[in-house]
């Protein structure tokens, strides 16, 4: 190889390397749906502002409001609510037993973003 092309190639590895090595898989970072330094929990959730957008983000390209994967059919309010009072919603996004784990592919949602979802349907799933 010619000199001259050596450094350039070199910094063009170099390059591809550091890419690589600061990709960093996480929920939180890819879907940022409710990141920030702080999970606030503490007042009423909001189904439109805040729960709203975080299964728009990660649910509803698979779950459309009819024909949706598995027979779930989410993103309409008066969707959402039914699994959300079934115990589904939640049951699949903790990955707890007896439930299919969601989303499907994608991992654990993140910590926030499961605590936002529980304290709406604790509080009665509210269509606010
Ligand atoms: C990549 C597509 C995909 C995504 C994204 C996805 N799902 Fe699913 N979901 C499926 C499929 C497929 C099934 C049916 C699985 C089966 O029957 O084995 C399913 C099933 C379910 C079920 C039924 C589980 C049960 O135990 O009966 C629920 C509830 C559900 N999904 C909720 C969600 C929620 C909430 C999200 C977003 C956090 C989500 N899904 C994201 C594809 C997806």
């Known amino acids: 190889m010619k ?9 063009l590895i170099g390059t591809v390397i550091f890419i690589n090595a600061c990709y960093y898989d996480k929920a939180e970072l890819l879907y940022p749906t409710n990141a920030g330094a702080t999970c606030d929990t503490s007042t009423v959730i909001s189904y439109s502002s805040r729960v709203a957008p975080i299964l728009r983000a990660q649910c509803y390209s698979c779950h459309s409001a009819t024909g949706g994967s598995g027979n ?8 959402d609510k ?14 707890a037993a007896g439930y299919i784990a969601m989303p499907q592919g994608g991992g654990l949602m993140s910590s926030c973003d499961q605590a936002v979802i529980k304290k709406w349907i604790t509080n009665g799933a509210l269509n606010n």
Do not use: C, D, E
């Open 72 to 79: 779930i059919n989410m993103s309409t309010y008066a969707n």
């Open 3 to 11: 000199k001259k092309h050596f450094l350039p190639l070199m910094l």
């Open 82 to 95: 039914v699994i959300a009072l079934n115990g589904k919603l939640y049951g699949s996004i903790s990955h």
